[in-house]
């Protein structure tokens, strides 16, 4: 019990000294991205153009996206919320990757970086182009935290 013990705490002092570096750096939105704390009020205008996620993902403290793979359809809306004591991203641009590998985009879609997504607090995005996302969370990345998003075309009738 003591190694277990031992263990989970070097776990969180790892994950909160990755975490810790990457605080500050800057945050990149695009009009597809809202960052609001959980349950925060919010105008009526907004609500008026924002529907329900189509899906949820959990960023949890054992450095995982749960679940770690969500199918949606075009035109839906992915809400990440960091459950977690520490801060996460939702990353999925290749540049600021550290694998290559854990990065992927559908052709025609562009990049996208929550930036920091500090505790209790969420981050959406909305899905435009078809295919397959791989992301990652930029401080614990080398941990494995990582993520896929499978988006399916809409039919037309």
């Known amino acids: 019990m003591k190694t277990i013990g031992f263990l ?11 975490t810790m570096a990457y605080v500050g750096q800057p945050k990149a939105e695009s009009p597809a991205t809202v960052i ?9 205008s907004v609500l008026a ?3 329900k996620p189509a899906a949820v993902v959990k960023m949890t403290g054992w450095m995982k996206f749960d679940p770690a793979k969500v199918t949606v359809n075009v035109g839906d809306t992915v809400e990440w919320k960091n459950t977690s004591i520490v801060v996460h991203t939702v990353t999925c641009d290749t540049k600021k990757a550290a694998d290559p ?3 992927a ?24 182009v078809a295919g397959t996302y791989k992301y990652f969370c930029i401080p614990h ?5 990582v993520g896929e998003v499978e988006v399916k075309p809409v039919a037309v009738k």
């Open 101 to 103: 590998k854990h990065v």
């Open 105 to 128: 985009l559908p052709e025609g879609a562009e990049p996208f970086d929550s930036g920091n997504v500090s505790a209790g607090k969420t981050f959406t995005h909305t899905f435009t």
């Open 49 to 51: 153009e924002e529907t």
């Open 8 to 18: 989970m705490l070097i776990l969180i002092l790892v994950a909160t000294v990755s």
């Open 141 to 145: 990345e080398k941990m494995g935290m």
């Open 36 to 44: 609001r704390p959980a349950g925060a009020a919010v105008p009526d």
